[in-house]
Structure formats: C-alpha cells, structure tokens
C-alpha cells in the first residue's frame, strides 16, 4: 500500500510537471504583422505537429511562416484561415490554422504547394 500511494504521487508530480513543461515551452509567442500571436503545440500522436511533420515540415518552418507571411486566404476544404509563405530553406507553404482567440491560434496542417 504504501508503496503503490509513493507511485502514484510520483507519477501525478510527473505529469503535472510535464503538463507545466509543455504549456510553457509550447505556447509560443511571435510576431505577426504587428499582432503577438500564441501559438499553441501539441505533441501528442494525432496532434498538430505530428501533421506538419507529416508533410516534411517543422514547427520552427511553421513558426517562420506565421511571422512573415506573404498572403493570407480561407482553406477551400475547412474553411479555416491560412497563410502561404516561405520557410526559411525556401519551400513555399500553406498554413491552416485555427484562430482560438484575438491572441491565440492553433496550426492545424501545413504542406508545400505551388508558388503563386
């Protein structure tokens, strides 16, 4: 018993403790055309950098491309906003995300396509 009470403190201290860990290292702030964006990562299977790296992709490419952008649209398959920008290898890419709040978005794919 008491065994099993000190394994399950130690397992709810890790996982709070990487729940804090992944908010603060996740939850980036950039620059986007004059509006600070947080932008929100998730590294659990299914989630959104597991997309974009599906597609080749990174999130420092993705974080780029959120911050220089050279256009913006709505995604003709969700309807979600995107932008179309260059990382910083070059490759011309869509972003779609989904705006959480004034402040905060939410990638939710990114893949190469054909410069304009």
Not at 6 to 35: D, G, N, P
Not at 55 to 60: A, E, F, K, N, W
Not at 71 to 94: A, M
Not at 100 to 110: F, K, R, S
């Amino acid at each position: 018993m008491k065994w099993t009470r000190k394994c399950l403190k130690l397992i709810s201290q890790y996982i709070a403790l990487s729940h804090f860990v992944a908010i603060v290292k996740k939850e980036i702030t950039i620059e986007a055309t004059l509006v600070s964006q947080r932008i929100i990562w998730n590294e659990e299977p299914g989630g959104n950098i597991e997309h974009i790296e599906a597609h080749g992709l990174t999130v420092v490419d993705i974080e780029h491309v959120l911050g220089t952008f050279e256009s913006e649209d709505v995604s003709r398959s969700s309807g979600l906003p995107c932008v179309f920008g260059y990382t910083p290898d070059g490759t011309y890419i869509i972003v779609v995300y989904e705006l959480i709040d004034a402040d905060t978005l939410y990638p939710i794919t990114a893949y190469p396509v054909p410069e304009p």
